[in-house]
């Protein structure tokens, strides 16, 4: 279930599973009646699966029932019971087999024509913002509805066959049958001639070797100083978008470089330019003589095509600040510089010990949390609120790496039936359950008791006493309504567009943009109106943000990860479970976080101590190690992270100006001859050079 993704979905999934063994029975009764409604049923099971993009069906082509073989299947059983019928001898029977043999026949050309096309017009880079449409001519794309689906769309042009077919087996009138025939046929036919056009004339896009020019000739217009360069599955755009506002923020001019076209697809809206090249050879042919600066948001191996660079200076950024392993990685030591956000970063290294020198270490704060709020304590006559925040099972099985399998439930339990009411926000980590099936169960049923809990909340009249429930239906419709425009805005769900078409159009559309950002922080607001304050929550999904649900929490428990170290930006009292029980001391020793935190054990039975440090502020033993913790861990709140980001940029662009005016044939001490351009950079075309890249 975890993997299917809904009951309805596996519901439909049984349905076209039983059809089949229903058709062959029909078939040999023979029963046109039963036939055609497992006929039926075969069909819409199947086109609500694709429209869902269910998980099952991508299990159906490995073995081998994929979606042509099913139509095939259903095809031959509906032969068979014209063979079962008085139709055996009959004129229909033979043009039926004609027909779909003939039907099978244009699958081969439609789907070579479909994947040309697509080929052809998925360019060697992709870009957003970048005005390549002045610079390149890049047609129109088909019309959506040729090449979206085609597969699908072809193979149920077969209908007409099958329906008149079966009201000639029904009525004994072969017309209905070769009417269908005939049509099935036409449509098949005509469905390949419309592709036909698009591999023609001015109708196909650009070579590569144009498209690259164009973009060569945008970046010497452009002139880029300062790159975010990013790698990685389309479950990590998370980690390249977490960036995007402080790139927009910086006083170089910026670039993002993306190397996989599912980063650019999951790409948070940006007014940065970005490029996107998949390929390794066009990247390091590109012209990037301006950059100065390639910042890193996480060690992947698609890194050495830009680390080979040496006129940029690289920098380690990463995709959050913690106590965790990924923090001090040894692959860091090839950058020239790793920043981190305090003290803390640079005290990791030093005691991991993995050949990152100190002087390469430069503390620049954590930008991104710019939007968390301080803490106040909680309003008076509200309920506090504890957001339990887990983080997710990792890649192996230490128990450390998560409190959602030993600790979860008992915490969720014991703040659930605090003597004093609390409300629960339970927000897990997006990955939570991809890699353990037992994080995935334990995830289950902590919802099921948050959401139980919830329910009998709201029957209780001491909590919904005193609920504005008009405010609440205002919220509500306000969020429709937001969500509709947000969903205009963005276009057809589930619709990724044309690559080429995109890159040529794809510049951002400021007013847009502010309206997207404006609607975003009303949907956050309306969002938190909609129901009461004393409402328990489950919350997934990229909405509400993790900093939203800080903002509006007034403690949090969680796990060794970044999300603790951004909580400490707020200054609320947090807690930490110590899942591998090395115990308070050790766990603290271990993990510079938590030395702030009120540690918890799987049972939870620390959590009163949490809950009291909430309702009485005055009493919290833990605040002045808590904001002695926030500057060590995030720096000084003076000057402002963005500022010392710009100037950590500007400092280390001067940098490598300095290496690169080194570098010069007339500046070099005992150089003899020239020796041409500094070396890793290309100022001529990719054609001169591919040899030197290749070698």
């Not at 992709?126 to 129109?140: M, Y």
């Not at 334990?442 to 139980?452: D, P, S, Y």
């Not at 609440?472 to 509709?484: D, S, T, V, W, Y």
Request: hydrophobic content about 45%; overall charge neutral; some cysteine.
């Amino acid at each position: 279930m975890a993997r299917v993704g809904s009951a309805t979905e596996l519901a439909a999934a049984a349905l076209m599973a039983l059809g089949y063994p229903a058709l062959i029975v029909a078939a040999l009764i023979p029963s046109v009646g039963a036939f055609a409604a497992a006929a039926a049923v075969t069909y819409l099971a199947d086109h609500y699966l694709h429209r869902r993009g269910s998980y099952l069906i991508s299990r159906l082509s490995k073995v081998r029932a994929g979606l042509s073989i099913r139509f095939l299947i259903r095809q031959l059983l509906l032969v068979l019971l014209l063979a079962r019928t008085d139709f055996s001898d009959h004129l229909v029977f033979y043009a039926a087999i004609g027909c779909f043999l003939v039907f099978y026949a244009f699958q081969a050309p439609h789907g070579a024509l479909a994947t040309v096309i697509r080929n052809r017009r998925r360019l060697p880079v992709a870009t957003r913002n970048v005005d390549l449409g002045a610079r390149v001519r890049i047609p129109d794309a088909p019309p959506r509805r040729l090449l979206h689906r085609a597969a699908e769309k072809i193979l149920h042009l077969d209908l007409a066959s099958v329906v008149g077919i079966l009201l000639t087996v029904a009525t004994g009138d072969a017309v209905y049958g070769f009417v269908g025939i005939a049509l099935t046929l036409a449509l098949g036919f005509l469905y390949v001639a419309a592709l036909v056009p698009y591999l023609r004339g001015k109708r196909v896009p650009p070579t590569p070797e144009k498209v690259l020019e164009a973009v060569d000739g945008w970046l010497r217009e452009y002139r880029p100083e300062t790159a975010l360069y990013f790698s990685g599955s389309k479950d990590s755009a998370y980690q390249v978008n977490m960036w995007l506002e402080t790139m927009e923020q910086l006083e170089t001019r910026p670039l993002i470089i993306l190397r996989e076209r599912a980063i650019l697809q999951n790409l948070a809206p940006t007014t940065v330019p970005v490029l996107c090249v998949p390929g390794g050879v066009h990247l390091m042919n590109m012209d990037l003589s301006t950059l100065r600066v390639a910042l890193y948001a996480a060690n992947v191996g698609k890194n050495i095509h830009m680390l080979r660079v040496p006129t940029v200076k690289h920098v380690f950024i990463g995709h959050g600040d913690s106590d965790k392993l990924a923090s001090v990685n040894p692959y860091s030591k090839v950058y020239d510089e790793v920043w981190t956000a305090g003290r803390a970063g640079r005290d990791r290294y030093a005691i991991a010990d993995v050949g990152v020198r100190d002087e390469d270490i430069v503390e620049v704060g954590r930008p991104q949390l710019a939007p968390i709020q301080s803490w106040q304590g909680v309003p008076e006559g509200r309920i506090p609120t504890v957001l339990y925040a887990p983080t997710w099972e990792g890649w192996d099985d230490n128990p450390g790496n998560t409190s959602i399998l030993l600790a979860g439930e008992n915490i969720v339990k014991k703040l659930l039936a605090a003597d004093q009411p609390v409300r629960v926000l339970y927000k897990p980590h997006p990955f939570t359950g991809t890699r353990s099936a037992e994080a995935g169960a334990a995830h289950r049923r902590i919802t099921a008791l948050v959401e139980k809990a919830a329910a009998e909340r709201a029957a209780d009249a001491r909590f919904t006493a005193g609920t504005d429930a008009e405010a609440q239906r205002q919220a509500a419709a306000e969020l429709a309504r937001i969500e509709a425009r947000l969903a205009e805005l963005a276009g057809p769900a589930g619709d990724k567009g044309d690559e080429a078409v995109q890159s040529r159009d794809g510049v951002v559309d400021m007013a847009r943009h502010e309206e997207v950002a404006r609607l975003r922080a009303e949907w956050n607001d309306a969002y938190w109106r909609s129901f009461g304050t004393w409402e328990h929550r489950v919350i997934t999904g990229a909405e509400p943000r993790l900093y939203d649900c800080f903002n509006v929490s007034d403690a949090m428990v969680s796990d060794i990860s970044s999300v603790v170290s951004d909580f400490i930006a707020s200054g609320k009292p947090y807690a930490v479970t110590d899942s591998a029980e090395l115990g308070v001391e050790e766990f603290k020793r271990q993990n510079t976080a938590v030395r702030a935190a009120v540690i918890l054990s799987n049972s939870a039975r620390e959590l009163d101590e949490l809950l009291a440090a909430v309702r009485d502020p005055e009493a919290d033993p833990l605040a002045a190690d808590r904001r002695e913790l926030k500057r060590y861990l995030l720096g000084p709140d003076e000057p402002t992270s963005i500022e010392q980001f710009n100037t950590a940029v500007h400092d280390l662009a001067r940098k490598a100006e300095a290496r690169n005016r080194g570098q010069e044939p007339d500046s070099r001490a005992g150089a003899t001859e020239p020796t041409g351009t500094v070396p890793g950079q290309r100022t001529t075309s990719a054609a001169e050079t591919d040899g030197a890249v290749k070698s």
